[in-house]
């Protein structure tokens, strides 16, 4: 191939929608595309793939090229994105996807099977090694999305589509957030780059490395929840908020370290909250990211729920500090801030209650000349037993709790226990994985 056709081909595929998405989304003149000129039939191959730095991280990204066949999936393309996440492994960097395609070149029959399974197994290979995020920009329908959906995180854009019907019934974002599917929703097409870019930031390039550190920033002195007054300014990442109330996570800094959060609500945690804080927790065990549990709640919905809460913090490794807020009963005290959770420490606040049963039961089993009162005085009474002797102080005490600190002392104190486990190391035992 001639120097001019080389040029023309070259700013023919940087003139695609595709190679606009990848300009974008990496530092400016720092992106490096692999096997730009590899063929999938007449044309070239229906996606961009390459590598790059995102505020000076190394990352590799695809977006597939709808400008070209609407981005069909084919062997050409499943060796390109086959070879992306191979390189990943080797190097260590994340990989972020941006999925546009129409579905798969059919006409190539079991060979379109074949390169379906290659990239689906090149995912799950790097899975836990380098953090995995989708971006879905437009449509991603049937096998496509099988593969979008195997990443950590996903972020969908308001006018795209993914589902495995390939109809593109229950496809749109809003459904795939209620679902806990997507993460995070983004308004458009830039949004959803910048909101990548983001979500990056907040995760390490590998599991043998740490999230990227920042400068300590004072936090907002107007934000609202707890969580928001302890973090760094302007640094909180909700992820999922749209799938179950019952439960909060998110993505922080506090003292320019990244943490992950967990909030429980006061609320029975239900099955999809539940499955919310366990994906949680297996990512930032996974890339060894800190994660601070917030715990105000009654307990678990049911005993499938209890257990997947349980076995994902009695499995993680990661540093794990549990701040009770409010109430923390039975079960849920257990599973997230007492010996079931392997807390490294556990806080409370001056008014936070620890009960082994609902404390209106605590109080009839453990002081009934308290509660023979009128039916309508056993609430303040409940209360006031439940203040006295299954108070803060209490927990502290009988050592189900390290230390009671007041909220405006609890931001400092959260910085010097996360300094304090950063070295932290934990050896397991030899085992492919847990089966719960």
Not at 170 to 177: G, I, K, L, P, W
């Amino acid at each position: 191939m001639s120097i001019e056709k080389i040029t023309q081909a070259k700013a023919e595929i940087e003139a695609s929608s595709a190679y606009k998405v990848l300009d974008k989304f990496f530092d400016e003149g720092s992106f490096c595309e692999i096997d730009a000129f590899a063929k999938s039939g007449d044309s070239y191959a229906e996606v961009v793939a390459g590598f790059g730095t995102v505020e000076g991280q190394p990352a590799y990204a695809f977006a597939q090229n709808s400008d070209i066949c609407g981005g069909a999936m084919s062997k050409a393309q499943a060796a390109k994105l086959s070879k992306l996440y191979d390189l990943a492994l080797k190097t260590g960097a994340p990989v972020v996807g941006f999925y546009d395609s129409i579905g798969g070149r059919l006409s190539q029959g079991n060979e379109l099977l074949k390169g379906y399974g290659d990239v689906l197994s090149a995912a799950a290979k790097i899975s836990g090694v380098v953090p995995q995020i989708s971006v879905i920009l437009g449509t991603c329908l049937g096998t496509g999305a099988l593969n979008a959906v195997s990443a950590d995180f996903v972020i969908m854009s308001k006018k795209a589509s993914l589902s495995l019907d390939t109809t593109g019934k229950d496809s749109d974002a809003e459904y795939n957030a209620s679902k806990g599917i997507s993460a995070v929703t983004a308004n458009d097409t830039d949004d959803a780059i910048q909101k990548a870019k983001e979500l990056l930031l907040y995760m390490p390039s590998n599991n043998l490395s740490m999230a990227p550190a920042t400068f300590e920033e004072e936090p907002d002195p107007n934000g609202g929840c707890l969580g928001c007054q302890l973090a760094d300014a302007q640094s909180i990442m909700k992820i999922r908020p749209n799938y179950s109330k019952t439960s909060a996570t998110a993505f922080a800094r506090i003292g320019g370290q990244v943490v992950g959060y967990v909030v429980t609500k006061g609320e029975e945690i239900d099955c999809c909250g539940a499955d919310k804080i366990a994906k949680m927790v297996r990512f930032c065990d996974a890339f060894s990211i800190p994660v601070i549990s917030f715990v105000n709640g009654k307990g678990f919905s049911s005993i499938k729920t209890a257990a997947k809460v349980t076995s994902a913090y009695a499995e993680a490794t990661t540093a794990k500090i549990s701040v009770i807020t409010g109430t923390a009963v039975g079960a849920l005290y257990i599973a997230m801030a007492g010996s079931g959770a392997n807390t490294d420490l556990t806080v409370a606040l001056p008014d936070a209650v620890v009960s082994p049963i609902n404390p209106m039961a605590a109080a009839f089993i453990m002081a009934p000349d308290k509660m023979n009162v009128p039916v309508k005085e056993q609430e303040k009474a409940a209360d006031e037993f439940a203040k006295s002797e299954l108070s803060a102080f209490k927990a502290a005490e009988n050592g189900f709790v390290e230390d009671v600190v007041p909220v405006e002392a609890l931001r400092a104190r959260l910085i010097a226990m996360l300094d304090m486990l950063s070295s932290k190391r934990v050896p397991t035992l030899a085992k492919k994985h847990s089966t719960i």
